[in-house]
Every structure is written in structure tokens, then in C-alpha cells.
């Protein structure tokens, strides 16, 4: 089966890894070759490792422009969070890791709890073809949502257009809120994003060994030994179900 792998993921014997930048809890830094460094890029690298291949990375701003580079041949593997839009031209494995995704809300709001967010009128900044932007998408019916580029741009429309909510990971939001005395953040969460790998549908063989590889990366502890290795305990939770 290894051998139908390599040839699917990697038949030149280099591994092309999509990653996505724009996230600074799976990619934590640049090693001095210029290379991602953080809990994806191991991920990715520890495939390689397993298939006997060099891995190589390919990195994107955004994961909404990995998503969309699938059918353009520019990478064996992506390292996004799965979601039912990204899934109908990219095959995903189960979540590696989980993010909780939650709101933010300026001083004074009069919003208690995630559910108050989803009413008339009110109006939220997120960062646009993010995973929990595709999530509020489907699932809000009341609540407007304001994109704009990346977490910073959300962060700044929510701040310059004195929008009701901010939407983002509780990690990143834990860090905004620093800056902005008065401000909360809601209990709980809407969604926790799912970060997982995936691949085009054609490769089969390929999408069976990665949800193995995932599922023994998690049982195993691999998953938990990165966490620690990059100093994200707390914020990424290894993830749980199948």
C-alpha cells in the first residue's frame, strides 16, 4: 500500500505540503531556511518521514487560497480545517486538532451568550473563507457578518466600524481583548474548527493511509508531543470523535 502512496502523494519523491500561514497557533514561525515551523509542518513533515519521501512546503496566505489551489496541482497534501464546503473538491481526514471558535464583544455590549449574537441587527467582523466564516455562513439566520482579510483586518473592522462581535478562535481572541479594556469573551463556543489534512479526491489510496496516519498520531501522542514542542498547550486540544 506504501508503494500506491508514494506514487499518488509523491511519485517524484518529494511530498508538496500546503500550509497555511495565516494561522499562528499550528504555524509558529520560519526555521532560518525560510521554511513554516509550528504543529502543521511537523505533521506534514512526519508523513513524509513515514512514506520514506523529502517533504517540501508550500505556503499560502490564506487557507480560503489553499482551499482553492487544490485543482491547480500545487500541493500533495494541504493542512486545513475540514469543512463541508472545502470537502466537495478536497478528500479530508478526521481533525488532528480543535480550535474553539467564540465572539468577542466591545464594553458595554449587551450580548450575554453565544445565541444573543444570532439576532436582527446585529453585525459581526470575521476574517473572510476562514473555517468558522464558512461555519457562520450556514448556520447564523439573523446575525450579518462583515469580512474583511485575515485576523488582523477583522480585528480592525470590528475596532473602526464599532461592529457588535467579533468572531474568531478563542486563542487569538484571548490576545485581542489585551488591547481593549471593557471587552469580554463569550462562554463557550459556536464550533470548534477541525484542523485536518487533505488531498484531491483522485487520491485514493492516499486518503485512506492520512486517516490512519491521523488516527495513530493522535492515539500515539505524536499530536500532544508537538502541542508541547511548540508551546501551544491550551489553546490547541488534540482532537476527539473520528
Given at each position: 500500500m506504501i508503494e500506491a502512496v508514494r506514487q499518488e502523494l509523491a511519485p517524484n519523491g518529494i511530498l508538496r505540503a500546503g500550509i497555511n500561514m495565516s494561522n499562528p497557533l499550528l504555524v509558529t514561525g520560519k526555521t532560518e531556511a525560510g521554511d513554516p515551523a509550528g504543529v502543521s509542518p511537523d505533521m506534514a513533515r512526519a508523513?513524509?518521514?513515514?512514506?520514506?519521501?523529502?517533504?517540501?512546503?508550500?505556503?499560502?496566505?490564506?487557507?480560503?487560497?489553499?482551499?482553492?489551489?487544490?485543482?491547480e496541482d500545487a500541493y500533495d497534501i494541504g493542512l486545513i480545517a475540514a469543512e463541508p464546503a472545502r470537502a466537495e473538491s478536497i478528500t479530508f481526514t478526521s481533525a488532528y486538532v480543535e480550535i474553539e471558535a467564540t465572539y468577542l464583544v466591545p464594553a458595554g455590549s449587551p450580548l450575554a451568550v453565544i445565541d444573543d449574537v444570532d439576532r436582527p441587527g446585529i453585525r459581526i467582523a470575521v476574517s473572510d473563507?476562514?473555517?468558522?466564516?464558512?461555519?457562520?455562513?450556514?448556520?447564523?439566520?439573523?446575525?450579518?457578518?462583515?469580512?474583511?482579510?485575515?485576523?488582523?483586518?477583522?480585528?480592525?473592522?470590528?475596532?473602526?466600524?464599532?461592529?457588535?462581535a467579533l468572531s474568531g478562535l478563542r486563542p487569538a481572541l484571548i490576545e485581542d481583548i489585551k488591547t481593549m479594556p471593557g471587552a469580554r469573551i463569550l462562554d463557550g463556543n459556536y464550533t470548534?474548527?477541525?484542523q485536518a489534512i487533505g488531498t484531491?479526491?483522485?487520491?485514493s489510496a492516499a486518503a485512506a493511509f492520512l486517516q490512519d496516519f491521523v488516527m495513530e498520531a493522535r492515539a500515539s501522542?505524536?499530536?500532544?508531543?508537538?502541542?508541547?514542542?511548540?508551546?501551544?498547550?491550551?489553546?490547541?486540544?488534540?482532537?476527539?470523535g473520528i
Open positions: 508523513i513524509a518521514e513515514r512514506l520514506g519521501v523529502e517533504v517540501r512546503y508550500v505556503q499560502f496566505p490564506s487557507p480560503g487560497v489553499l482551499a482553492d489551489a487544490v485543482g473563507r476562514s473555517a468558522y466564516d464558512l461555519y457562520l455562513t450556514r448556520a447564523l439566520e439573523h446575525g450579518e457578518l462583515h469580512r474583511a482579510k485575515g485576523l488582523a483586518g477583522a480585528l480592525e473592522l470590528f475596532i473602526s466600524s464599532k461592529l457588535d470548534t474548527v477541525q484531491p479526491p483522485k487520491n501522542g505524536l499530536v500532544a508531543k508537538l502541542i508541547e514542542r511548540h508551546d501551544v498547550e491550551g489553546r490547541l486540544l488534540v482532537a476527539s
